[in-house]
């Protein structure tokens, strides 16, 4: 199945304009890789109110992200991303983004 990556227009703004590129391919490629492969780290986000949220970590530059994204059929939405790799904590921020 192919999947759709889409990015929030705010998200990589974290990061160095210069390496926007490269964080993005990085991050569609371990999203749709591990999507195909119905890959175990996948896990819902907790949150009361939204359903089909998700979240994974990436390795990109020898550093840990925890990824939050939105899966509807075979559209990624990516909105979030935080170096912060508690997940209970990271299920907060993602809560709070969302509201």
Do not use: C, W
Not at 66 to 84: E, G, P, T
């Amino acid at each position: 199945m192919d999947y759709t990556v889409e990015f929030d227009s705010e998200l990589l703004k974290q990061f160095p304009q210069e390496e926007h590129f490269m964080y993005k391919e990085a991050i569609s490629h371990k999203v749709t890789e591990y999507l195909e492969h119905n890959f175990f780290r996948i896990k819902p986000v907790r949150t009361r109110s939204a359903k089909g949220i998700y979240e994974m970590k990436v390795k990109i530059n020898k550093k840990n992200y925890r990824i939050a994204f939105a899966l509807k059929k075979n559209h990624v939405f990516i909105f979030y991303i935080s170096s912060n790799l508690q997940k209970i904590v990271f299920d907060k921020e993602v809560s709070k983004k969302i509201k």
